[in-house]
């Protein structure tokens, strides 16, 4: 019976689980049709050729045989569409499992750049810690205030040395004009936990409108 499915399928362009990659849930009504024509015509050739007509009991079996073959047929197609179905599965799981990968992967990459920027920042904190050595330049009008203002931030112990340039020449825009003033500019050696007390001192004191400016150590010396 095997070998019979295999003919009628074959004949009916229904192939079976291994050759075909596509099939249609259930055999068509002209595939039913050709294959109890083929019944008909197997069990012809088999009574005899001087038989004219089928009997009842032969139109019986051709019946049963062209039923059995047509489920067996459909059976083999069900199994076809499970496999193919399993396939697609598959496929869209490989799918799944590499966009998973990517996302993964895209993730460790953003933790990495995190951490850098954490460390980055981690420093920087590092630098503006109380005790970060800074340098703090203020200009004066004159030397003496410069070299007087000095001598009080570093009796106070909010300074370890400084130096006093005693010319410069400070340029400045007012009143839509450009102007050019002499001046002197204090140069002390502190930390930042000293700053805002320094900043005291220079505001409060009798020099004019100074300016104070505060940079890193590493610039400074």
Known sequence: MPFLILIFLSTLNIQPLHAQETASPKINEDQV???????????????????ETLTPEQETLITQISQQLIQEANVVQAEQNQINHTRQENKNLVKTIV???????????ALLVLRAIIKAIGRGTKLESPNTPIGVMITTSTTEQALALGKQIIDQNWAT????????????????????????MLMLKTTNQHLPNIITQTETADIGAPEIIALSRSIIP
């Open 161 to 184: 040395g400084g130096s006093v340039t005693p010319t410069l020449q400070s340029l400045y825009r007012k009143d839509d004009k450009a102007y050019v003033t002499p001046e002197a």
């Open 33 to 51: 049709a050709s294959i109890t024509r083929i019944v008909r015509h197997v069990t012809k050739g088999i009574v005899g050729p001087n038989q």
């Open 99 to 109: 966009l998973n990968v990517s996302k993964g992967i895209a993730i460790i990459v």
